[in-house]
């Protein structure tokens, strides 16, 4: 593919999303990057490897833990699709949020945290506290909460486009020019809008995460994350960076310690076998997302007008409280609902009387998953966490998959009728 922008018009987010691989170079003509499961890297002069170590050679491999040709040909997949400048491949998505909290802050730093974040994420923020790193949750739908909430040890914002599963969205706009304009990094969980609906470069953002299994990855078959820097934060004013990670790029400062750090030390490293499912269930990443928001609008507005269902959370609803942010930034809605019972104690019966959507955690299936949510991804955090992200003892989780509207809607009928 050429990537000549003089012979012809920019190519569209998904043409270019198809035909990454032969743009970046492909081995023996294929059109798909192998998987490389070599671990070991060799060369012939000895100065290369001693490049590879201290930066001097770029694209070099040593050893797999830090990367392989398979997973840097994933990151250049998601830098193109998020329009940055880099990005840093993980095992998981919590492999990916912990690496940038743990591997740019430490003891005395301060982090805002939207209070509508996954239940997992909940649970790393007290972990980052235990340690030293000071949090505060503030609702991150207001811009006034998180400028109220900052202090002069604040390094980072931290929010998800939308909360999961309570579907709030923070005023991404305003935040990120509040974080421009005080010098924080504004970090961004991407994962359940996908950089097909949304960018979030748009609203400033410094680093985008995404959780590679969901809408990306998109067949629940293969584990990963992804930490991608925008190029909108100057790394020079931040006081983290070590010594060592100081290159002549100054956009890369941040990711070469991500990557160090979080790999190199900590281990968080991507299968090149998973990295390879990933790029190849990118490739219809908006075919999938067009067609499952489509019928998460379609199932909520049904939903909605059932007698049993006493409240439905979902974007796309000129009822939710957001609709118009949600509007304005994103494509569609994505397929991430959630809907409340009319009568909780019904909560059991409800869900096992459904016959089509998978009894399971995760999201972005091409199956409808179906989760109570205070019994199982939220019944650590305890029923104070859960008032005050509004999660509902009767609230259940959909993360609609590609059946017809029509099966899931007369599927959930039954299972309401009773």
């Known amino acids: 593919m050429s990537t000549d922008s003089t012979s012809r018009p920019p190519l569209g987010f998904a043409t270019q999303l198809v035909h990454a691989d032969e ?4 081995e023996h003509g294929g059109v798909r990057k192998p998987i490389h499961t070599s671990v070991q890297y060799g060369f012939d002069d000895v100065r290369e490897l001693i490049g590879v170590f201290q930066g001097t050679v770029k694209g070099g491999f040593n050893y797999a833990r830090q990367g392989t040709p398979t997973t840097a040909a994933l990151e250049r997949r998601i830098t193109q699709m998020e329009d940055g400048v880099g990005t840093v ?9 912990c690496a940038v909290f743990l591997t740019l802050m430490k003891a005395g730093d301060h982090l805002v945290s939207s209070q509508f974040v996954f239940g997992n994420t909940n649970s790393v923020l007290g972990t980052l506290q235990g340690l030293g790193i000071e949090v505060s949750k503030v609702d991150a739908t207001r811009v006034d909460a998180v400028a109220a909430a900052l202090r002069p040890e604040t390094r980072m914002v931290f929010v ?17 020019a509040l974080c421009a304009e005080r010098g924080i990094v504004f970090v961004v969980d991407n994962t359940i809008t996908s950089p097909w609906l949304f960018r979030p470069k748009a609203v400033g953002a410094s680093l985008v995460i995404n959780s590679l299994t969901k809408s990306i990855g998109g067949h629940g078959t293969a584990l990963g994350g992804a930490v991608t820097d925008t190029g909108c934060f100057d790394w020079t004013r931040y006081p983290r960076i070590l010594p060592a990670y100081q290159g002549q790029d100054t956009r890369q400062w941040a990711l070469t310690q991500v990557r160090k750090k979080g790999l190199r030390d900590m281990g968080g490293s991507l299968s090149s076998e998973h990295a390879h499912q990933l790029a190849t269930g990118a490739e219809t990443l908006g075919l999938r997302t067009d067609r499952c928001s489509a019928t998460a609008l379609g199932l909520a507005r049904h939903l909605a007008a059932h007698p049993a269902v006493a409240k439905v959370h979902y974007p796309g609803l000129e009822s939710h409280p957001h609709h118009d942010r949600a509007r304005r930034l994103f494509k569609a809605g994505s397929w991430l609902m959630a809907f409340e019972l009319a009568d909780s104690s019904r909560l059991v019966e409800v869900v096992n009387r459904l016959r089509l959507p998978v009894k399971a955690t995760g999201l972005a299936d091409t199956r409808t998953l179906i989760i109570p949510v205070a019994p199982t991804i939220f019944w650590e955090a305890g029923p104070e966490v859960r008032a005050a992200m509004g999660i509902a003892d009767g609230l259940i989780r959909v993360s609609v998959g590609l059946e017809d509207l029509a099966d899931l809607a007369a599927d959930f009928d039954q299972a309401l009728a009773g």
């Open 23 to 26: 743009g970046f170079g492909v």
């Open 89 to 97: 491949c993980f095992a998981t998505g919590m492999a990916a949020i």
């Open 160 to 176: 998800e486009t939308i909360a999961n599963p309570g579907t709030q969205i923070p005023d991404l706009e305003a935040i990120g």
